[in-house]
């Protein structure tokens, strides 16, 4: 049996997007900013023998609202 730990990409891995009075997924790449100690993390998981697994709800895609 594998270990792992799941980590939220969204406010977890990389910074929330302050729009509209509100904290969002980003939308493109330019708002894309990985968080401070998010690389630090995953790299002392992993050296634990843990899977790092990420996941996300994308409501964004479902609404159209991501910039291709």
Do not use: H, W
Not at 5 to 25: K, P, T, W
Not at 52 to 61: A, G, K, T
């Amino acid at each position: 049996m594998n270990k792992a730990v799941f980590f939220d990409r969204d406010g977890v891995l990389n910074e929330l997007i302050n729009r509209n009075g509100g904290y969002y997924s980003p939308r493109n790449l330019s708002e894309f900013r990985i968080c401070k100690n998010s690389i630090e993390v995953t790299k002392f998981t992993k050296s634990k023998g843990y899977l790092n697994i990420v996941i996300s709800n994308q409501p964004d895609i479902e609404r159209g609202y991501l910039i291709k």
